[in-house]
């Protein structure tokens, strides 16, 4: 293991087997305390858990991200380590699939409040903390709807499209300050539990190269996180290489 001095956010960690769980055992790897956040005691203490016996250092806290008074609770636990905040991941993925006509204001609404809003709210209190430390990187996980909506997924691409330009006006804000504003783009399956257990045929046909790895994906996003400023990126695509676009 590394050893380094500062923490690092996961928002949205459920599965051992997942993107979230992935980054938070990368930072931890890197010798960063780790805050991680997700709705599910059981799968946070899990993860929490196996960076311990890893040699890491982590802490969990169950939050809802669409609540202002639970985000506003994380950050003061954050805050409470009185540490250095390197890097930082909103990695909420949540989707209902619906054909238009099916999807009722509820579904649009709880849509939009986890991909959307509750990204606006981890955001109003990371980038007054980055602020104060004139550094750090933050990444926005997004997806193929980022970028284009296709039925059955139209409510779910215009929170995801919503997510892209908040990152995109924070790259723009605050870059100058030297916080670093990252819009991740994942184009394709992961090679996680949720897959794996929703799609098992999908996911055996398409075999390992045809998915995303997720240490191949928590590379990418600590490889960015390095960058030097003089040549920043503030947005990428990541797919695997038969996947079409």
Known sequence: MITASGSAIVVGVGP???LGAALARCFAEKGLHVFIAGRSEYKLQSVVKYIQQAGGSATYV????TSETS????FDIIQSRNDTIHVAAYNVDSNIPAYFLETGVETFTTLWQQNCLGAFLFAKQLMALM??????TVFFTGATGSLRAKPPFTAFAAAKAGLRALAQGLAREFSPQGIHVVHTIIDGVIDGERARL???EYVKTKGADCLLQLEAITQTYWAIHQQPRSAWTHELDLRPFKESF
Do not use: H, K, S, Y
């Open 62 to 65: 169950v939050a809802d991200i």
């Open 16 to 18: 051992e087997r997942g």
């Open 198 to 200: 929703q799609f098992p």
């Open 131 to 136: 602020q104060t430390q004139a550094q750090g």
């Open 71 to 74: 985000v506003n609770l994380l």
